[in-house]
């Protein structure tokens, strides 16, 4: 059983920057696709960024240049390092692993940045 808990997430100002992290359990990790994705309220939850096994990533058009998702096999963590956030950014953040029997999710994280 693989579990995801993201953590990093807060209040930042317009501008600002934040990174969050999603830890996973389990001896998997460094095979599988990472993802992050967001729900703001009121929307569907979106893609935002993936990274494969290999380090391969691809990001939505929306925060493509400002963001930047990485992985630490060692450490069983993946993170998105977000930049020049902007208030559309506000959102809860979550980490999906993609298996071959099922996705896994995170609890996700609250991201608010004020105008």
């Known amino acids: 059983q693989v579990q995801l808990v993201e953590s990093g997430g807060g209040l930042v100002q317009a501008g600002g920057s934040l990174r969050l992290s999603c830890a996973a359990s389990g001896s998997i990790f460094s095979t599988k696709t990472l993802e992050w994705h967001r729900q703001a309220p009121g929307k569907q939850r979106e893609f935002v960024a993936t990274?494969?096994?290999?380090?391969?990533?691809n990001y939505a058009d929306s925060v493509k240049g400002r963001f930047t998702i990485s992985r630490d096999n060692a450490k069983n963590t993946v993170y998105l390092q977000m930049n020049s956030l902007k208030p559309e950014d506000t959102a809860v953040y979550y980490c999906?692993?993609?298996?071959?029997?099922?996705?896994?999710w995170g609890q996700g994280t609250q991201v608010t940045v004020s105008s």
């Open positions: 999906r692993m993609i298996t071959a029997t099922r996705n896994y």
């Open positions: 990274i494969t096994s290999g380090g391969t990533t």
